[in-house]
């Protein structure tokens, strides 16, 4: 894995490159990190975003990845965050998770409020879902396809917190906007 250190801030207490399994994964730079990774597995696309997302179990001591995705991992145009939910899904249909779990969700591009193909939006789907406490986010989403993202504001009115990772929006636009020709050059509003 390409060590983003310099790109992400990382603090005294939990260094960037302390990402072995079984450390204390408190760390956000970490779960972005690992979002990242997720988001370079795209294949870059003119007409969509390559974006990460990882969903964490924040309730346990280290905190637990359960999930990754990326966009367009799956069938059917789907994207990053929608994928952690499916295999979500898929694992609960064999051991559920209790009620009261906490989920934190780490995204290195800010959820999806309206999908032009019609689709739920990822908005949707964390709303929906209804364990995720906190978005972590890389960036905010370009208008390249959507004029605007209302994805934070919504989420914060269901009562889900919302923190952008300092440092992580130009890398993590950098990887989301692979492909995309240099007119399309992405321009965060």
Do not use: W
């Amino acid at each position: 894995m390409d060590n983003i250190e310099g790109q992400l801030s990382a603090s005294e207490n939990n260094p960037i490159g302390s990402n072995t399994i079984g450390h204390h994964h408190r760390d956000h730079d970490y779960f972005m990190e690992q979002a990242l990774e997720e988001a370079k597995k795209c294949t870059p696309s003119q007409t969509a975003f390559s974006v990460g997302a990882v969903l964490v179990n924040s309730s346990t001591d280290p905190h637990i990845v359960l999930t990754t995705g990326f966009s367009r991992e799956r069938e059917g145009n789907t994207h990053a965050e929608e994928v952690c939910f499916l295999k979500l899904q898929e694992q609960q249909d064999l051991l559920p998770l209790p009620q009261e779990t906490t989920l934190s969700l780490y995204t290195t591009m800010e959820p999806c409020s309206k999908r032009l193909s019609g689709k739920k939006p990822c908005l949707n789907h964390i709303i929906d879902f209804g364990q995720i406490s906190t978005v972590y986010i890389g960036t905010r989403e370009p208008s390249t396809f959507v004029a605007e993202n209302t994805a934070i504001d919504q989420l914060q009115k269901h009562g889900i917190g919302c923190k952008f990772i300092d440092g992580a929006q130009p890398i993590c636009l950098n990887v989301a906007t692979r492909g995309h020709a240099s007119s399309h050059s992405a321009t965060v509003v």
